[in-house]
C-alpha cells in the first residue's frame, strides 16, 4: 500500500500485467520515474510483477491490485470492495496507464483516481468490448506498424513522449536489467512453459533441437527451468527419446531465483514468455519461438544480436490465438533444424563477446 492514504503525487503509473509485459514497460517507467521523482511517484501494479517492479524501483510507492478482472462477480466486485477506497484517496497530477489492451476493469480504477489529467493509448482495433471510458484523457494513437518489430514499446514510446511534451527515441525506453556473462559451465537454460499452453513448442521437437544442438555443442550442459509444480514428464521422456542425458531440473520460487538462472546461463531457450523478455532485457544470448497469434505485438525486440526470435509464418497470424487449425502451426512448424543452428549461431557470438569483455577487463 502508499506510505499515506490521501497523498498526492506529481505522477501515477497505471500498469496491472502479466510478468512479461511489465518487463516490456521498464524503459517507460524509469524514464518517467526520472522525471517526476521517485518520491513523487506512484506505481499501480499486479501482484505478479510486483517483485519486479518492488527490485527496480525501491523507492517509489506502490499500490497492487490484480492483474485482471476476469468476471463481475467475484473477480470485479471483491477488488472494488477491497482497494477502492485506497484508490479514491489517490491524488495525482498526471495519470498514465502503460497497458495498452482497453477493459472497463482499467477504466474503472482510472476513474477512482483523483487524477488532472489522464494520459493512455488509443488502440481502435483492440476488439475488445467495453462499457466505460478513460475521462479527462490526452490520447496517442496505438501504433499499427513499428520499425523495431514491437508495437507494444512503440506504444509505450508514443504515451511516455506525449507525457513529458519532448522527443523520446526508441531507445529510451527499451527494457534493461543489469546481469553480466555466465562464467561457470557452459550451461543451456531451457524455460519450455509460456503463459498459455498454445504458444509452447512440442516436447518432442524441443528435444530433437537440444539433441542437434549437442551434437555441435557436446560440453553444454542441459537445464530445464520449470514453474513450481508443473509436470516434468513430457520433457523428461521427451529429452530420453531424443538421447539427451543428465539432464538438471530447476523450479525458480520466486522472481530472484528465475533472474539468477537466467542470469547464470550461457545461452536460453524459451517460447515468448516472461523468461524471453528477462532474458532479452538482460542481454543476454537466447533464443525464443514466436507464435502469429498476435506476432509483433510484444515481440520481436531484442537489445543486441545476441537475442534471436524464430517464427514460421502462416497466413492466419494475427488470429489472437483463436486457433482455427488442429494445432497452431505458426509454433509446431519451426523446424528443430532451425532452432539448433539459432542457438549454435547465438552461441559463437556470445563466446566472441566473452572474449571482448574479457580482454577489456584486463586492459
Not at 293 to 315: C, E, I, K
Not at 325 to 351: D, K, M, N, R, W
Amino acid at each position: 500500500m502508499p506510505r499515506a492514504k490521501g497523498r498526492r503525487y506529481r505522477l501515477a503509473i497505471l500498469k496491472l500485467d502479466r510478468l512479461g509485459d511489465g518487463v516490456l514497460s521498464l524503459g517507460s517507467v524509469r524514464l518517467l520515474v526520472k522525471e517526476f521523482g521517485a518520491d513523487q511517484t506512484l506505481l499501480i501494479i499486479s501482484n505478479v510483477a510486483e517483485p519486479l517492479f518492488r527490485n527496480e524501483f525501491p523507492g517509489v510507492d506502490m499500490l497492487v491490485l490484480p492483474p485482471f478482472s476476469q468476471s463481475f462477480w467475484p473477480d470485479f466486485v471483491q477488488t472494488m470492495i477491497w482497494h477502492a477506497s485506497w484508490l479514491r484517496a489517490i491524488q495525482a497530477d498526471d495519470l498514465v496507464c502503460l497497458r495498452h489492451q482497453p477493459s472497463d476493469y482499467l477504466h474503472a480504477i482510472a476513474s477512482l483516481v483523483r487524477a488532472r489529467q489522464m494520459h493512455a493509448s488509443e488502440w481502435l482495433g483492440a476488439g475488445e468490448s467495453v462499457c466505460l471510458a478513460y475521462t479527462r484523457c490526452r490520447r496517442v494513437p496505438y501504433p499499427e506498424y513499428s520499425a523495431e518489430g514491437c508495437l507494444e514499446l512503440e506504444a509505450h514510446r508514443r504515451v511516455t513522449q506525449s507525457v513529458l511534451g519532448r522527443s523520446v527515441s526508441f531507445n529510451d525506453i527499451i527494457p534493461v536489467l543489469h546481469s553480466s556473462f555466465a562464467t561457470g559451465d557452459e550451461t543451456l537454460l531451457v524455460c519450455p512453459q509460456a503463459g498459455a499452453a498454445i504458444r509452447q513448442y512440442p516436447p518432442a521437437s524441443l528435444a530433437l533441437a537440444i539433441a542437434l544442438f549437442l551434437q555441435a555443442v557436446p560440453e553444454m550442459r542441459v537445464v530445464v527451468c520449470l514453474p513450481p509444480g508443473t509436470l516434468r514428464t513430457p520433457y523428461e521422456q521427451s529429452l530420453q527419446n531424443a538421447g539427451v542425458s543428465s539432464v538438471f531440473w530447476v523450479y525458480p520460487a520466486n522472481l530472484g531465483e528465475l533472474r539468477q538462472a537466467i542470469s547464470s546461463a550461457r545461452l536460453v531457450l524459451a517460447p515468448d514468455s516472461a523468461p524471453a523478455h528477462l532474458t532479452t532485457a538482460m542481454n543476454k544470448p537466447g533464443v525464443f519461438l514466436l507464435g502469429g497469434g498476435h506476432y509483433g505485438m510484444f515481440a520481436p525486440w531484442r537489445r543486441s544480436t545476441l537475442q534471436v526470435w524464430l517464427n514460421h509464418h502462416t497466413d492466419c497470424y494475427q488470429c489472437q490465438w483463436r486457433c482455427s487449425h488442429a494445432e497452431p502451426f505458426c509454433i509446431t512448424h519451426i523446424q528443430p533444424s532451425a532452432v539448433a543452428a539459432a542457438l549454435q549461431s547465438v552461441y559463437a557470438a556470445a563466446g566472441v563477446q566473452c572474449v571482448l569483455a574479457a580482454k577489456k577487463q584486463s586492459a
